[in-house]
Structures are given as structure tokens and as C-alpha cells.
């Protein structure tokens, strides 16, 4: 029996239009998404919270997994499995279309810039790591994102809402479903989840809650108090940031809200011009 594919087509859609209006020309071409249905793994389960998923910028390639048992051809929640896979593409669109810079060193391609991100080519990131259980951040990784995640998830509610895909009435279902359209309470996020007859839905629940806590979360903080009532501005401003690798207008909106050297403050490691790790 064959599924609908229409909400997923629509997302897509919905997504092409929304990151055009970022300055992002062209999306992610299907043909360069691998998804992964079957596994040799006794009781794999895939989706976007799977080991190892995402997207592979040497190769410009999205591996995506099937939300569900990876154990059967056919889903257990065709819905479900078609929300999960827009989000994990909408999300790795905004990857694929994050401008990108690389130099060659000892004949290696070494990345320097990734969106708002730098790294130098002798090894310093631009920004430090949060530290371990901080509910902010300073880490441009981090705000990267979460800002893909928060549109890739606004996408796929909006693709819900469309098409009138309700959240399922157990927990874990409802948990997933919760978890692509962006509406996880704070409830979902202390609250652990045990799957007696599945230790990898057991995992996947657990990488699902320290997701949110250490991405979605931090992100959600860092617009909250660096752009209060103007979260979605800020929000629209880093993406197109992302896109073009040119942090001139948000770095001004900023300054302007905040100061001189906002960016510079918030982000810069002090060590970030330090002799190289590699001299």
C-alpha cells in the first residue's frame, strides 16, 4: 500500500519559499539526500535523532534515517515518518546553503568559515564551547544551530497544521511528534522516558532530550536576552547571515541594540589570534 508523500512535497515547497527569502537560491537536490530504511542492526530505529545522521559537508551529501523500526520495508507511522523526514531536510537545506569557505594547507582542503562560524586554518575556533549543562550560550555552533533547527521545525508545524497530522496519544509517539513540530514542553525535557521493550527507543528518547536542552534550548536564550520581543527578527537576521557568510547588518542590528563590537564580544575566544596550535 502506497503512502502519501504530499505533506512532505509541500514542506518542501514551503521551504524553498521561506529560504529564498534568506538569499538561499537554490535547496538541498534530492538526489543528494540518502535515506536510510533498513538496518542489519537488531532493533535499530531511525530518525533524526539516529547515531551519526546528518549532513557531511566534504561530500555535500544529507544521511537520514527513517523514523521508526528499521527492522520492516513498511513505517508504523507513515505520518510521523514523512514530518521527521521534512524536518531533517529542512534542517540540512540551511547546512547545504550556509556559505562555506576553504584554503588548502599541506595539500588538505581546510575549512576557515562555515555561515557566521571561523576557524582558523593553523586550528583556533572563532568561539569556545559552552560549558557542560549551561542553559546559554556563546558558541556559534550552537546558534547555527538552533537556528536551523527553529525554522526546519516551524516548517514541518506548519506542514502539520496543513494537513491536519495529529500528535499520537502514547508517549512516545507524542514525544517524536512534539519534538519535529517544535512544541516540547519543559516537562518533555526532565522528564526520561523508558521503553522497557526497546533499549534503542530508550537511547533515541535520551538523545532526543539532551538535543533539546543543548541546542533548541540554548538558542531560544540567546534570542531571549539578546533580542527581547524581537526574537524572530534576530532570528531571520542570523539565517541570512548564514547564508551569505557576511555578518556586517547583523552585526549592526546588534551594535545597535547593544553596543559597539557586539558580535566580536559576544563570540571572539581571547585566543582565537594566538600563535597556531599547529606552529
Known sequence: MGIDTTPFHTGIELASNRYAAYGLAKTLPLERVLVGCDSSRVGAFGGFHHPDQGYR??????????????????????????????RAYAHD???????????????????????????????????AADQRGSHHTRNLGIVMEGACDK?????TRQAAERFGIREPSDAFGALAFRDVTGTLTEEDTRRVLDVPESEEQTRYAAALRDYEKGVNRRYSHFLEEFAPGEEYECHTRLLAAMISGDVTALGAWLDDRHGPGTFTGLFRTPGYFEPGLNA
Open 151 to 155: 525554522e526546519a521545525r516551524a516548517i
Open 57 to 86: 559537508h566534504h561530500q555535500m551529501v544529507a544521511v537520514i534515517t527513517m523514523y521508526g523500526p528499521m527492522e520492516r520495508r513498511d513505517p508504523e507511522r507513515p505520518a510521523l515518518v514523512l514530518l521527521d523526514l521534512l
Open 93 to 127: 537545506c540551511l547546512h547545504y546553503g550556509s556559505r562555506r569557505r576553504y584554503v588548502e594547507v599541506a595539500g588538505v582542503p581546510v575549512r576557515t568559515q562555515y555561515g557566521i562560524n571561523y576557524r582558523r586554518a593553523t586550528g583556533q575556533s572563532y568561539s
